[in-house]
C-alpha cells in the first residue's frame, strides 16, 4: 500500500522549520547557528545499511547510518547579534556537529557525500569553510575529530588506504557456525544486531580499519600508527601523547562490539606505543544487574587540567554489584613519561559514575548505586594535598533537592574543566529547580569551604529560563536559554548584577495555527495517597462551555524507591509547547484534548521490588488521570484513548487488558512478551526464572484474552532497540486476532525503534487521527 497523508494541519507539524542548533565559542564571541533540515525523504532511510556488532553501518561512506545532519551554518556575534551565513559549502551539504579549535579561530565539522565523509574547516575571520584534501573520514564509531591543543590542526582517524577488498559473500558455507560455553554463568540481554558469522567478522574488520592521521591546517598530512581497529585516538591536553584504544579479536556473537577485547595504549606524536596500559579481555558475562561493570579497568581519560596524566577506574568486586566489599571501585592516574607505578586517586564504596577536573587542588567524583538510588559527590585534590570532602550525598529521585551540576568552561587547551571563581573558593551550579510548583531553574555560587550556596539567578514565571554558559565571572554576564508557552527557545545575554537583558537570537514559532494551544500542569492523586502529575493540553479555542472532548493520554511508566519521590511535581507549566510529531500533541489540531506524560510510578520501598504490583500500582494510577480529567470537564470517559512508544506501548496493552477505563489504545514499537527478554527488561533486574510470576503477570501477551478494546500498534521494520524486537508487535497481533480482538498492524520499512523518514511520520499520524476518529470520536 502506497504512504497516506494525514490532514494539512498535522501535516504542518511535520513539515514546521526546525529551531537551528547552537555552539558557543571558547572566547564566548560567536554562536554558531547550525540549520536543520526538514524530516528526510523515505528514500534517505533506506539507504544500504549494514548491521554489524550493535552497529548500523553505511557502506557507501563508511560512517553511522542514522544520524542527523545540518545543512547550513551561520556565525552570529554574541555581543550585537550581527550574523553572515558560513561560505563555500557544497550544494546540498549534509554537515555534522561544529567542533570549535580552543583558541576559537576556526571550527572544524564533516560535510557526508554520496561516497565518503570529508574532514572540513571554517576560519571565522573570514567566515569561509573549505575541505582538508585527502582526508577520508572513518565515522564508524562517531565524532573522528580532536583538535590539537595548540589549534594548529586536528587529529582525526580515516579510512585505512590499505584496508584491501570488501569481502566477498560465499554461499556455500564453510561448515556450521558454533558457540559454545563451559560451565560459565554468561547471561545477557537481548541486544540486537550481533555478529553471526564468519563473514560478519571479516566485513566489521573492513568497515572499522582505521589510520590515525595528524591533519593541519596547512594541509599537511601525517600518518600515525599502523591501521587497526582504532576506536578511540584522543590528544593529551599538552598534545605530545596520544590515548589509542584498538578492538581487536575474539569477536562475540552475543555482545556487541563495546563489550568486545580493546588494547589501550598511549602513542608519541610520531605513532609509536609509548606505554600499554591494559589489554581488557572480551566482556561476555558481566552480570545483568544495574550496578555491574565489566571486570577490570574502565573510563579511561586524560586528566583536563594537566599536561598528560591518563586516569581509570578498576572494579573492585570483579564488576559484580552482589558482591559485599567495602570498597567497589578505585580511580588510578598515570602521569607522563608513564613509567612509574600508577597512583591510586580515590576509593569508592559505590560506583563509579564521573569526574570533573578543575586544578591540582580541585576535582569532582561521583559514585552511586541503583538499588538505593543513592548518589554522591566528592570533592578531592588529586595532587593529593587535602583529603576527600562529601559535598552532596541524596537520592537522585529527589528532586526538589537537586543541588544541580557544576558548570564547566573550556582551558587554553580545549578541555572541559570546572568553573570556579578566581580563587577557586567557589564552584557555579545549574539546576532544575523542582519544586511544588514545577520546574524552575537556578544558578548558584556554591562554597566549599561553608559548603552553602548563593542563589544568583531563578526562573521566574511566566517564563522558563536556563543558563547556559557563563561569559564574565566578575562582571556576572550570563547566556540564559529562555522560552514561554507561547515563544520557543532564544537566547539572551543576562547581566546578573543588574538583571539587564538582551537578546540574542529570534528564532519564530514555528507552528503559528497552534500558538494558542492551551496548557496546564495538572496536580492528582493515586488512591493510596500517591501524589501524580500530568500536562493537560486542549485545542486553540477550546472553551469549558463547550463541554468535553475526546482525549489521547500518552504515558510512560517509571520505576522509584520512594512514594515521597514518585510524587514530586515533574516539569514545567511556562515551558514552550514544542509540537513535535512523535509526540502526541499534533492531535490537538485535529480537536482532541490531550493529557501529555501523566506520571505512573510503579513504587518498590525497601526491599520491596517495584514490579511485584506493577499490574496494581499502574491501573490506580491510570484510574487517577482518568477521574481528574472527567471531574475538569475537559474528557468524555466514553471517548478516552490510551497510548504509548515503546515502555508506554507496553502500559497501553497492559491498561486495555486490566481495566475498562479506555475506548481505544495506540501501541508504538512496545515488547509485550517478557518471556522473550528473559534477563531482565526496564529497571527489572531480575531473570524470568528469579520472578517467573512477575514476568507473566506484566506480559500482556499473556492476558491477550481479556482485551476488548480496540488496539492500534506500530513498529519500525528495523528496529534495534534491546528487548523491542519487531517480532514482539507480530506475535502480539496474531494472538490479538486469534481472540476476535479489533486490532490493527502498522509495520514502518526501514525504520527503527524512533521514526525518522518524513512519509513514515506521514503515516504515523494519518493512523493515529484515522483510528482515533473511528474509536474515539466515533465518525
Known amino acids: ?120 574547516i571554517c576560519e571565522v575571520a573570514t567566515g569561509v569553510a573549505r575541505p582538508i584534501d585527502g582526508i577520508a573520514l572513518n565515522c564508524i564509531w562517531g565524532t573522528p575529530l580532536v583538535w590539537l591543543p595548540d589549534s594548529s590542526g586536528l587529529m582525526v582517524r580515516t579510512i585505512s588506504d590499505d584496508r ?42 573492513y568497515y572499522c580499519m582505521t589510520q590515525v592521521v595528524c591533519a593541519g591546517l596547512d594541509g599537511t598530512i601525517e600518518k600515525l600508527g599502523m591501521p587497526d581497529l582504532i576506536c578511540r585516538s584522543e590528544p593529551s591536553p599538552d598534545g605530545q601523547f596520544l590515548l589509542v584504544e584498538t578492538m581487536h579479536r575474539p569477536f562475540s556473537y552475543l555482545v556487541p562490539s563495546y563489550r568486545f577485547p580493546v588494547r589501550v595504549e598511549i602513542w608519541d606524536r610520531s605513532g609509536n606505543v609509548v606505554h600499554e596500559l591494559f589489554d581488557l579481555p572480551l566482556a561476555e558475562s558481566v552480570p545483568i544487574a544495574f550496578d555491574a561493570v565489566p571486570d577490570g579497568p574502565r573510563g579511561f581519560g586524560w586528566r583536563a587540567d594537566v599536561l598528560a596524566t591518563v586516569t581509570w577506574v578498576t572494579a573492585q568486586d570483579g564488576g559484580d554489584p552482589s558482591v559485599d566489599v567495602e570498597v567497589r ?123 552553602e550556596s548563593t542563589r544568583l539567578m531563578h526562573s521566574e514565571p511566566p517564563f522558563y529560563e536556563r543558563p547556559v554558559a557563563m561569559l564574565d565571572v566578575q562582571r556576572q554576564i550570563v547566556l540564559m536559554g529562555r522560552e514561554s508557552v507561547q515563544e520557543p527557545t532564544n537566547y539572551f545575554l543576562r547581566d546578573l548584577s543588574g538583571d539587564d537583558l538582551k537578546q540574542v537570537t529570534n528564532f519564530t514559532h514555528p507552528l503559528p495555527h497552534l500558538k494558542d494551544v492551551q496548557k496546564e500542569l495538572i496536580i492528582y492523586q493515586r488512591e493510596d495517597g500517591v501524589q501524580l502529575t500530568g500536562t493537560l493540553y486542549l485545542p486553540p479555542g477550546y472553551k469549558t462551555e463547550d463541554g468535553p472532548l475526546p482525549l489521547v493520554m500518552w504515558a510512560y511508566p517509571r520505576e522509584f524507591k520512594s512514594a515521597d519521590a514518585a510524587g514530586q511535581v515533574k516539569d514545567s507549566p511556562h515551558r514552550f509547547v514544542r509540537v513535535s510529531p512523535l509526540s502526541p500533541l499534533p492531535l490537538l489540531a485535529s480537536g482532541y484534548a490531550v493529557l501529555d506524560g501523566p506520571t505512573m510510578p510503579i513504587i518498590g520501598e525497601g526491599d520491596q521490588e517495584a514490579n511485584d504490583t506493577y499490574v496494581e500500582q499502574l491501573t490506580a494510577s491510570a484510574k487517577a488521570a482518568v477521574d481528574e480529567v472527567v471531574r475538569r470537564g475537559v474528557a468524555d470517559p466514553k471517548r478516552i484513548c ?29 515488547a509485550y512478551n517478557r518471556t522473550l527478554t528473559p534477563f531482565g527488561f526496564q529497571a527489572e533486574e531480575r531473570s524470568i526464572w528469579e520472578a517467573p510470576e512477575v514476568y507473566t503477570a506484566m506480559s500482556p501477551f499473556m492476558h491477550a484474552d481479556k482485551i476488548k478494546a480496540p488496539l492500534l500498534m506500530m513498529h519500525g521494520e528495523a528496529d534495534n532497540n534491546s528487548g523491542t524486537f519487531p517480532m514482539q508487535s507480530e506475535r502480539f497481533y496474531n494472538a490479538l486476532k486469534g481472540h476476535g480482538v479489533t486490532c490493527r498492524l502498522v509495520m514502518l520499512p526501514h525504520e527503527s525503534h524512533g521514526y525518522r523518514a518524513r512519509e513514515s511520520l506521514m503515516q504515523m499520524l494519518w493512523e493515529m487521527v484515522t483510528w482515533l476518529d473511528q474509536y474515539a470520536k466515533g465518525e
Request: net charge negative.
Open 1 to 120: 500500500m502506497p504512504y497516506e497523508m494525514p490532514p494539512k494541519a498535522l501535516a504542518d507539524v511535520i513539515d514546521a522549520p526546525l529551531t537551528p542548533g547552537i555552539s558557543l565559542d571558547p572566547s564566548h564571541t560567536y554562536l554558531l547557528l547550525m540549520h536543520r533540515p526538514g524530516y528526510p525523504p523515505i528514500e534517505d532511510v533506506a539507504r544500504p545499511e549494514l548491521r554489524l556488532a550493535g552497529l548500523r553501518i553505511d557502506p557507501k561512506n563508511n560512517g553511522q547510518s542514522r544520524v542527523s545532519h545540518y545543512d547550513g551554518l551561520t556565525l552570529k556575534r554574541v555581543d550585537n547579534g550581527h550574523e553572515e551565513d558560513v561560505k563555500g559549502l557544497p550544494d546540498g551539504a549534509r554537515i555534522g556537529q561544529g567542533h570549535w579549535s580552543p583558541d576559537g579561530s576556526h571550527f572544524a565539522f564533516s560535510v557526508t557525500g554520496a561516497t565518503g565523509i570529508a574532514l572540513w
Open 164 to 205: 584491501g577488498a570488501l569481502p566477498e559473500v560465499s554461499t556455500i558455507p564453510d561448515g556450521p557456525v558454533i558457540q559454545e560455553n563451559i560451565a560459565q554463568t554468561a547471561p545477557s540481554r537481548t541486544y540486537q544486531d550481533l555478529l553471526k558469522n564468519a563473514h560478519d567478522e571479516a566485513t566489521f574488520e
Open 329 to 451: 571501585d578505585k580511580m588510578f592516574a598515570l602521569c607522563a613519561p608513564f613509567d612509574a607505578e600508577p597512583v591510586e586517586v580515590m576509593a569508592l564504596s559505590m560506583r563509579y559514575v564521573g569526574r570533573s577536573w578543575g586544578s591540582g587542588n580541585l576535582a569532582l567524583v561521583s559514585e552511586r548505586w541503583w538499588k538505593t538510588r543513592r548518589v554522591r559527590t566528592w570533592q578531592i585534590s588529586p595532587d593529593g594535598k587535602t583529603e576527600p570532602k562529601v559535598l552532596f550525598d541524596r537520592s537522585w529521585e529527589d528532586r526538589y533537592n537537586d543541588p544541580g551540576m557544576p558548570l564547566l568552561k573550556r582551558n587554553a587547551a580545549g578541555r572541559r574543566v570546572l568553573q570556579t571563581d578566581e580563587d577557586e573558593r567557589c564552584l557555579f551550579l545549574v539546576g532544575d529547580g523542582a519544586s511544588p510548583e514545577g520546574d524552575r531553574p537556578f544558578l548558584d555560587r556554591y562554597d566549599l569551604n561553608t559548603q
Open 642 to 670: 490510551v497510548g504509548g512508544h515503546s515502555y508506554g506501548a507496553f502500559m497501553t496493552a497492559n491498561l486495555l487488558a486490566h481495566t475498562d477505563l479506555f475506548c481505544c489504545g495506540i501501541a508504538r514499537s512496545g
